[in-house]
């Protein structure tokens, strides 16, 4: 058996046909079968079907919707995996899964694997994206992936069946999660930003609320906006970098969360981001730069930073723990701040291949 990955109390092997009589047996079972498909047990001819395509993945990919077993015992305790949906991979969804038997339900088992699968994908698979399905009345599933971090995004239809989409984006936080503490003493100084922040805030008035979009530790930025008299919210996805900011920049306000998804209801004077726009896919930029817009007051200040080309590379050398860095080019930015109806103040580089933009957002 090739282990996929493991966690503390369980291990997910790739398929192989030595295990599809368990695998045949779990597709027996009324209780493990009812939320899934058509909530009918399998025949031997359909298990052994479905069961296939699964190995056959495994060959392709490396990884699959595979095998789970109980540490402690040893004992086969159900499915678990990541995949295309239905591995079909014509199509752009990959999706988490798992079905256990009964006896192993109530042990967090389910949101141990889950929690597992999307960490695995996002870091290992380096996937952007994962999905999750539940069908409408399953609660029990529904509410795992909600605890995981999964966001509902409408209802859907998945192998004809009546689902509930969740789905969960790469979150670079949980990346600097691992390296928190080293970070915080890493950006513990200002480098190039002083000079752009007083810029960015001679054109705010007096006493202004600031958003600061990834925040991290509060230092530099939040700090110094702070000292000058600043109200300042920071949202970072990294729990460990907040926790270091109420300690770091208490009179911060702290919102946590991913900026693509964050509910963020008031309206700011300025927002600054700095190095933080870098981590979202690139397919994002557009949403980002209009939900700033949106989070502005009229004639509020944004003040942000970009590469000056299209960009995609992850690599280890923040601390050897591996992160994602995406751009657009340039001209695509203006045109993005344009078409949100921001008038360009200035954009500049503050080093190679990196630009510093501020802009007021204009009334319509």
Not at 192 to 201: A, G, H, I, N, P
Not at 307 to 332: C, H, R, V, W
């Amino acid at each position: 058996m090739k282990k996929i990955l493991e966690t503390d109390r369980l291990i997910i092997t790739l398929p192989d046909m030595a295990a599809f009589e368990d695998v045949y047996k779990l597709d027996s079972d009324p209780d493990v079968m009812k939320y899934i498909g058509n909530g009918k047990i399998r025949s031997r001819e359909e298990s052994l079907s479905w069961y296939k395509k699964s190995i056959q993945y495994a060959e392709k990919y490396g990884f699959s919707f595979g095998l789970v077993y109980e540490k402690a015992s040893g004992n086969f305790i159900g499915r678990a995996g990541i995949s295309h949906n239905a591995y079909d991979d014509s199509q752009p969804d990959i999706e988490i899964g798992y079905r256990l038997y009964k006896k192993y339900w109530n042990k967090g088992y389910a949101t141990e694997l889950a929690t597992a699968l999307i960490d695995w994908g996002f870091f290992h698979l380096n996937i952007e994206r994962i999905c999750g399905f539940a069908q409408p009345n399953n609660t029990s599933s529904r509410n795992i992936l909600e605890k995981i971090g999964m966001h509902f995004v409408r209802e859907d239809s998945y192998g004809g069946e009546k689902v509930i989409r969740y789905e969960i984006y790469k979150n670079q936080g949980s990346a600097y999660d691992r390296i928190a503490k080293d970070f915080s003493n890493m950006r513990s100084e200002f480098y190039l930003e002083k000079k752009y922040l007083d810029l960015f805030v001679n054109y705010l008035p007096k006493n202004s609320q600031i958003l600061d979009v990834g925040c991290g530790s509060g230092h530099p930025i939040a700090a110094y906006l702070v000292s000058q008299g600043f109200q300042v919210t920071g949202i970072d996805a990294s729990k460990e970098l907040l926790k270091i900011a109420q300690n770091k920049c208490s009179s911060m306000k702290q919102i946590y969360g991913d900026m693509r998804t964050v509910k963020i209801t008031e309206k700011y004077d300025g927002i600054v981001e700095w190095w933080a726009l870098f981590h979202v896919p690139k397919e994002d930029h557009s949403f980002m730069i209009s939900r700033f817009a949106n989070w502005l007051k009229p004639h509020g200040i944004l003040h942000f930073t970009t590469g000056d080309s299209e960009y995609f590379e992850t690599n280890s050398d923040m601390l050897n723990q591996p992160i994602s860095f995406y751009s657009l080019d340039a001209k695509k930015y203006e045109k993005l701040l344009k078409d949100n109806n921001f008038e360009i103040l200035l954009n500049e580089y503050d080093q190679d291949q990196h630009m510093v933009w501020i802009a007021r957002k204009m009334e319509k």
